[in-house]
T-cell receptor
Framework: DSGVTQTPKHLITATGQRVTLRCSPR?????VYWYQQSLDQGLQFLIQ???????AKGNILERFSAQQFPDLHSELNLSSLELGDSALYFC????????????FGQGTRLTVV | AQTVTQSQPEMSVQEAETVTLSCTYD???????LFWYKQPPSRQMILVIR??????QNATENRFSVNFQKAAKSFSLKISDSQLGDAAMYFC???????????????FGKGTKLSVKP
């Protein structure tokens, strides 16, 4: 158990809908990363937050957004969902923004039908 | 931009034997970190081993070791005495040093699926 909790584990929704994925980092970790794992694109970095502030952006679509709350949990919002958004979404956390090691949650499997 | 390449989509090894997974990367940075992650069918991403680029000594963690060739930009993973539980997807990953505003996120290769035969 990495100590990073993601909910829900599975999510099935229809095209055009909006969903929210939640991540609770390890106790004391300030940095949260979101990654998307799909068959065709592999594992891609989406966005990073550090202590409530956006720190870095990767290949995140405009339909996607995220935030980190004062209690350090983070949410990834996916809207106007398309079939191609079906993927495994990982959250990872680390103690500091520059820490070398990040610990991954078990992921949320999103299926868009 | 940095890239990571794993040229072996699938590998197979006999139980108790040794297998080496290949990884090459491209970067213009001199300081960085390299990782191997394991993803079993449970889909959990598990850190196997890490290597700091400034360290010449190859990292070792029990049955797992790396062959880090900085000049060749190569970072292979050797698994000794393979066990059935080693069967998984293995991802090589690169990370910038994350100072001066550079991103600290991981850049992953496409992965190598390792099968272990009893």
């Amino acid at each position: 158990d990495s100590g990073v909790t993601q909910t829900p584990k599975h999510l099935i929704t229809a095209t055009g809908q909006r969903v929210t994925l939640r991540c609770s980092p390890r106790s004391g970790d300030l940095s949260v990363y979101w990654y998307q794992q799909s068959l065709d694109q592999g594992l891609q970095f989406l966005i990073q937050y550090y202590n409530g502030e956006e720190r870095a952006k990767g290949n995140i679509l405009e339909r996607f957004s995220a935030q980190q709350f004062p209690d350090l949990h983070s949410e990834l919002n996916l809207s106007s969902l398309e079939l191609g958004d079906s993927a495994l979404y990982f959250c990872a956390s680390s103690p500091r923004s520059y820490n070398t090691e990040a610990f991954f949650g078990q992921g949320t499997r999103l299926t868009v039908v | 931009a940095q890239t990571v390449t794993q040229s072996q989509p699938e590998m197979s090894v006999q139980e108790a034997e040794t297998v080496t997974l290949s990884c090459t990367y491209d970067t213009s940075e001199s300081d960085y970190y390299l990782f191997w992650y394991k993803q079993p069918p449970s889909r959990q991403m598990i850190l196997v081993i890490r290597q700091e680029a400034y360290k010449q000594q190859n990292a070792t963690e029990n049955r797992f070791s790396v062959n880090f060739q900085k000049a060749a930009k190569s970072f292979s993973l050797k698994i000794s005495d393979s066990q059935l539980g080693d069967a998984a997807m293995y991802f090589c990953a690169y990370r910038s040093p994350n100072y001066g505003g550079s991103q600290g996120n991981l850049i992953f290769g496409k992965g190598t699926k390792l099968s272990v035969k009893p």
